[in-house]
């Protein structure tokens, strides 16, 4: 606890600049003594702290504290500040209040370059239970949720989380599935009624994190797919695709490739939305595949 005060006094001096003991000892929750024990504590341990009297007065920092006491660079300082702005786009309580604090620390605001929003743009869904799947993982508590999968089957879960990943556009969960009995990723968009329990559990000795991809409920099997897009949508290839994955035709179209990826439902939408400007070109069940839910779709419209 006497840590805990030590850093709060020397935040709070550092943003007011100066305190009296009495408005000290209102902020911490204590007795003037004992900030008198505090201050001493931070003298005794090089933390340039004095104290001034007058109206005015009260105990305050050097000026140059933070330069001649930080063994962080500049660029260093705006790394880490830019890295928790970052965090903080999963808007995790505890990272705003870290951010406030070293930005106070350091004596100036977050890099403003950058913004990142993990929200979609129309439907203001977007990432939810951060703090507590966060607090799951660091405390060792077992989650429970409602889980569907690529095929839209509901089943419910009880998981002990690992980690929070995020890739290809989504976050999951991956953890040790005490109803699979084995290491599995959950997407986390397809979670429904999560809970944090109050049952804790031990670390066990699991896969590697390649094997944890072999073994998982949310990618089935991955296949590279060959599609050739019409220039009226050039535009969305160069949103999914990177350069070495694309050939330009004489025609103006492109033949994207896209390798290693799961072959699920998303897929095939993925596909679809490009509607009459894409045709698959490999492989050829996945050819097939599209070509009967085209089909399914126009006899919709052909009641």
């Known amino acids: 606890m006497q840590i805990e005060r030590l850093f709060k006094i020397i935040y709070y001096l550092l943003d007011k600049k100066s305190a009296t003991a009495n408005e000290l000892a209102g902020l911490l929750g204590v007795s003037k ?11 005794l341990s090089g933390i ?16 140059s504290f933070v330069l001649n006491k930080s063994v962080i660079t500049e660029h260093e300082q705006n790394e880490i500040l830019s890295a928790l702005q970052g965090l903080s786009a999963v808007k995790t309580e505890e990272t705003e209040q870290v951010l406030q604090k070293l930005s106070t620390f350091f004596k100036k605001s977050p890099p403003n370059w950058f913004s990142v929003d993990f929200t979609s743009w129309g439907d203001g869904g977007g ?7 966060k607090n799951a993982i660091f405390e060792k508590h077992i989650i429970e949720f409602d889980y569907y999968n690529s095929k839209g089957e509901k089943t419910h879960r009880r998981v002990e989380p690992l980690h929070m990943w995020f890739k290809a556009h989504s976050w999951y969960i991956n953890g040790f599935c005490l109803v699979k009995q084995g290491v599995r990723l959950f997407k986390l968009s397809r979670t429904r009624n999560f809970t944090v329990t109050d049952e804790k559990f031990m670390e066990r000795d699991l896969l590697t994190e390649s094997e ?14 060959v599609m050739n897009i019409a220039p009226e949508m050039a535009y969305r290839a160069y949103d999914f695709y990177g350069e ?16 290693g990826e799961p072959e699920d439902n998303g897929m095939y939408g993925f596909i679809l939305s490009f509607g009459e400007h894409a045709e698959v070109l490999e492989p050829k ?19």
Do not use: M, W
């Open 33 to 43: 003594r004992t900030v008198f024990r505090d201050i001493d504590t931070l003298s």
């Open 48 to 63: 340039p702290i004095y104290s001034e009297k007058g109206s005015k007065g009260g105990y305050k920092l050097t000026d």
């Open 127 to 133: 990432v939810r239970d951060f703090s507590d799947i």
């Open 212 to 225: 944890c991809h072999e073994k998982t409920d949310t990618f089935p099997d991955r296949v590279t797919l």
């Open 244 to 259: 070495e994955d694309i050939v330009k035709n004489d025609d103006g179209s492109l033949t994207v490739t896209q390798r």
């Open 285 to 303: 069940h996945i050819r097939d595949i599209i070509n009967e839910k085209a089909l399914l779709i126009s006899k919709k419209y052909l009641k």
